[in-house]
């Protein structure tokens, strides 16, 4: 049984940091694709950042490079989220997917992923 499991959120300040992380089991990391994704209230869901061992590349959307950073503990089976100069816009539902097989999509296409986790909130907010 894959599962995925997100901590780490909270509320921050604006210019705030938090670490995101989510901890797999039955689904080896290093052998996927693996994404985080966030949802604000009436908004879709959207890709933040996204890591292809195959593809050998790390996707980072426009709104967050610079700020964010996408890293895994392969030995700990886990994914972390890095997020720094946090911004009221950052709020959001954030999520970890995975998927054991590349689709040859978008690295951060919804599509592309089987495997969710229960989401965290992070609210960002003076």
């Known amino acids: 049984q894959v599962q995925l499991v997100e901590s780490g959120g909270g509320l921050v300040q604006p210019g705030g940091s938090l670490r995101l992380s989510c901890e797999v089991s039955?689904?080896?990391?290093?052998?996927?694709?693996i994404g985080w994704f966030r949802q604000a209230p009436g908004k879709e869901r959207e890709g933040v950042s996204c890591?292809?061992?195959?593809?050998?590349?790390?996707y980072y959307a426009d709104s967050v490079k610079d700020r964010f950073t996408l890293s895994r503990d392969n030995a700990k089976n886990t994914v972390y989220l890095q997020m720094n100069g946090l911004k009221p816009e950052d709020t959001a539902i954030y999520y970890c997917?995975?998927?054991?097989?590349?689709?040859?999509?978008?690295?951060?296409?919804?599509?592309?992923?089987?495997?969710w986790g229960q989401g965290t909130q992070v609210t960002v907010s003076s």
């Open positions: 039955g689904f080896t990391i290093g052998y996927s694709v």
């Open positions: 890591i292809s061992s195959k593809r050998g590349s790390t």
């Open positions: 997917a995975a998927s054991s097989f590349d689709y040859g999509l978008g690295l951060c296409d919804l599509a592309q992923y089987n495997y």
